[in-house]
Nanobody, 115 residues
Framework: QVRLVESGGGLVQPGGSLRLSCAAS????????MGWHRQAPGNQRELVAF???????NYGGSVKGRFTISKGNAKNTVILQMNGLNPEDTGVYYC?????????WGAGTQVTVSS
């Protein structure tokens, strides 16, 4: 089993910044990558960012240039730095880890962008 622990969500004003963290533990079978999806009420879950085992990052179109994904100092951790937040970024942000055995999802952390 793989366990993911997310942190860093909250309420922020438009134009502000938040930093999300995700730490994975457990039986990880050949790490492939980690990333974030998000889901707003009434919308489908969408890719935010993903970073693979070679540190190559991919971003969803709406966050390019504003969000940055990176690996943390601890093994199997990922950081999502979100700048220039706007109300359309509001939603539940889900961390996930992909390895050869499965894709594991975290419970999600709420991000609300509002004045």
């Amino acid at each position: 089993q793989v366990r993911l622990v997310e942190s860093g969500g909250g309420l922020v004003q438009p134009g502000g910044s938040l930093r999300l963290s995700c730490a994975a533990s457990g039986n990880i079978v050949k790490f492939t990558g980690m990333g974030w999806h998000r889901q707003a009420p009434g919308n489908q879950r969408e890719l935010v960012a993903f970073i693979d085992f070679n540190d190559k990052a991919n971003y969803g179109g709406s966050v390019k240039g504003r969000f940055t994904i990176s690996k943390g100092n601890a093994k199997n951790t990922v950081i999502l730095q979100m700048n220039g937040l706007n109300p359309e970024d509001t939603g539940v942000y889900y961390c996930y880890l992909a390895d050869l055995a499965r894709v594991t999802w975290g419970a999600g952390t709420q991000v609300t962008v509002s004045s």
